[in-house]
């Protein structure tokens, strides 16, 4: 346990319906992180918060998806009018940012999304 | 964007020293050179960072030569839990988008 945590850890819908997961990261971490990863690949950039503001979006993150973090805290990404092509793990991750690298990211377990 | 290769998959027994190297023959001056672990079902993990010459923690080693257009990442006598996917990342604390996992290295252990 890393101590960041999402929910749902599985989430099942069909085509063209809403979908909302979130993400509760460690609580002194001021950066918040989303990534989406597929089978057999590694995870995707999807966008990144530094507390409330987000900072940076993936180019391939469509319009679909809206991602917010009220207050600095707990986050959620939102998918709308879901396709099939976004059946995945959506990954979660937090740090303090202070590192000159990429640093050292805790990531949450995932929410698997299956879209029918 | 600083692509990086590595090998697809490598095999070890218990008890070996495994060098993983990854290319990234365009690294700029600001990046650096992180490396995660990933097991099935499970968001990867960090190991270890560095810029230059060798970075050493409990689990790993990572040594960047001199022109640091490719790395190692050596994990002493490895045991059946290190079976898992290992990856090479280059870049700075900004710039995410640039951020590319790949496909990483699947390290297989057996007894």
């Known amino acids: ?16 319906q809403n979908v909302t997961f979130r993400c509760d990261p460690i609580s002194e971490h001021n ?3 989303w990534y989406r990863q597929t089978l057999g690949q590694g995870p995707e950039f999807l966008t990144y918060f530094q507390n409330e ?17 009220p207050k600095g805290s707990f986050s959620t990404l939102e998918i709308q009018r879901t ?16 590192s000159g690298g990429v640093g050292e990211q805790f990531f949450g377990p995932g929410t698997r999304l299956t879209v029918l | 964007l600083a692509k990086t290769t590595q090998p697809i998959s490598m095999d070890s027994y218990e008890g070996q020293e495994v060098n993983i190297t990854c290319s990234h023959n365009n690294i700029a001056t600001n990046d650096y050179i992180t490396w995660y672990q990933q097991f099935p079902s499970q968001g990867p993990r960090f190991i270890i960072q560095g810029y230059k010459t060798k970075v050493t923690n409990e689990v790993a080693s990572l ?21 898992a996917v290992y990856y090479c990342l280059v870049g700075d604390n900004t710039g995410f988008q640039k951020l590319v996992f790949g496909t990483g290295t699947r390290l297989l252990v057996s007894p």
Do not use: N
């Open chain 1, 1 to 16: 346990d890393t101590g960041v945590s999402q929910d749902p850890r599985h989430k099942i819908t069909k085509r063209g």
């Open chain 1, 31 to 33: 950066r918040l992180y």
């Open chain 1, 53 to 69: 503001a987000q900072l940076e979006k993936s180019r391939l993150l469509s319009d679909r998806f809206s991602a917010e973090r």
């Open chain 1, 83 to 98: 396709e099939q092509g976004d059946s995945a793990m959506y990954l979660c991750a937090s740090s303090t940012g202070g």
């Open chain 2, 63 to 83: 040594f960047i030569p001199a022109d640091r257009k490719s790395s190692t990442l050596s994990l002493p006598r490895v045991s059946l839990s290190d079976t």
